[in-house]
């Protein structure tokens, strides 16, 4: 099976602008869960989408947003970028075989850098 | 709230054994997991214990008690490839998966 795949893998912005990234979980999976990486604080729970449904969301600010379509692929939107949003952001898929949120399998992330 | 407490950085000689430990506070327990991180690279699972005890997996073991809110993984044999950084994970009654910080292995030759 091919992996999660993520685009673009690397984005420059500037403060003000909006961005969209996408995912593509692995193929059968229907949850995929959005983190935000950065040297101090670690990975932090964004959302989580299952079936094109929000079923968590993270403490973050609504600027945040997120989508699940059909096909299970996932974009997530940042609007009025902020300097402290320049991270890595990893999708992640999850098979839920155990009824609850199962390994995450991560895609490689996409680096975002706001000027 | 949630949190899960590990140590920021462990050092370690080639060849030898590592612990890493996490030690968590949840409302609620499913499940401890392990990830590994390499710079640049995406986070890969390790392992995942529910019960007490030990689970081996090749060079890499991880422990469970739920009684001391207490994990850790043990890594034997050293080897440089297992520089990287070492995330302990347990979703939260919401099923949110909440991640350390991190441990960060640094492995002499």
């Known amino acids: 099976k091919a992996g999660v795949t993520q685009t673009p893998r690397y984005l420059i912005k500037t403060r003000g602008q909006q961005v969209t990234l996408s995912c593509s979980p692995i193929?059968?999976?229907?949850?995929v869960s959005w983190y935000q990486q950065t040297p101090g604080q670690g990975l932090q729970f964004l959302f989580e989408y299952f079936s094109e449904t929000q079923r968590n969301k993270g403490n973050f600010p609504g600027r945040f947003s997120g989508r699940q379509f059909s096909n299970s692929r996932s974009e997530m939107n940042v609007s009025t970028l902020e300097l402290g949003d320049s991270a890595l952001y990893l999708c992640?898929?999850?098979?839920?075989?155990?009824?609850?949120?199962?390994?995450?399998?991560f895609g490689p992330g996409t680096r975002l850098t706001v000027l | 709230g949630q949190s899960l407490e590990q140590p920021s950085e462990v050092t370690a000689v080639e060849g030898a054994i590592v612990q890493i430990n996490c030690t968590y506070q949840t409302s609620g327990f499913y499940g401890l997991s392990w990830y590994q991180q390499h710079d640049g690279g995406a986070p890969t699972f390790l392992s995942y214990?529910?019960?007490?005890g030990l689970e081996e997996t090749g060079r890499f073991s991880s422990f469970l008690s739920r009684s001391d809110s207490y994990g850790y993984l043990l890594l034997q044999e050293l080897q440089m490839k297992d520089s990287a950084s070492y995330f302990c994970a347990v979703p939260d009654r919401d099923d949110k998966i909440i991640f350390g910080k991190g441990t960060r292995l640094h492995i002499l030759p």
């Open positions: 193929s059968g999976h229907r949850s």
């Open positions: 214990n529910a019960l007490d």
């Open positions: 992640a898929s999850s098979s839920l075989d155990r009824g609850r949120t199962d390994t995450q399998y």
